[in-house]
């Protein structure tokens, strides 16, 4: 038997059910460290002498002091084995994709990011322990120059270890469809 091929809008229509369901939080595994911050420094060039300024003798971790912000998008790491994708293509942990990285949309060739925009609430600080979580927020089928894309809004609601807000991302991620 051949299997039968979903259309555009079936797909979409199957998504959106998705829509305002909220992910279980995921918490960082540990507390953000200077040897994060020093790491994230090296890797991107920033070399702000805010990050990480501490009086050394009186706070040798350098608990406390500000952390590069753009570090909150590349703070949560699986457990081992946990980011493993399954036969259907589907990821059982929202890692640094989001939840919109964890659903298969049948017929895709191609992933792209639309855009990406932050609210921060407050600073980021060596010494924070991280929880998100996931919120697809719509779901929109449009027809480009190459064909049908599915285009996917999530909210990342960010918040330390008080459950105090530091940040809102507000990413799209754009599905490219095979020809319909």
């Known amino acids: 038997m051949t299997p039968v091929s979903q259309s555009p809008d079936d797909i979409v229509a199957s998504m959106r059910a998705r829509i305002g369901r909220e992910s279980e939080p995921v918490r960082s595994p540990g507390p953000i460290e200077w040897s994060d ?27 406390g002091s500000l952390a590069p912000p753009a570090m909150i998008l590349d703070v949560l790491r699986p457990e081992p084995d946990r980011d493993i994708v399954d036969d259907r293509g589907e990821r059982g942990f929202p890692s640094l994709g989001g939840l919109a990285a964890t659903i298969a949309v049948p017929g895709e060739r191609g992933r792209l990011n639309a855009s990406t925009d932050v609210e921060w609430m407050r600073p980021l600080h060596i010494g924070d322990w991280l929880t998100v979580t996931f919120t697809i927020t719509d779901v929109t089928l449009k027809q480009g120059r190459t064909g049908p894309a599915v285009f996917i809004t999530e909210e990342r609601r960010y918040a330390d270890q008080r459950g105090q807000p530091i940040a809102l991302v507000r990413q799209v991620t754009v599905r490219l469809l095979g020809p319909s």
Do not use: E, H, K, Q
């Open 37 to 63: 911050v020093r790491r994230y420094m090296n890797a991107t060039g920033d070399v702000n002498p805010l990050w990480g300024a501490a009086d050394l003798a009186s706070n040798p971790s350098r608990a």
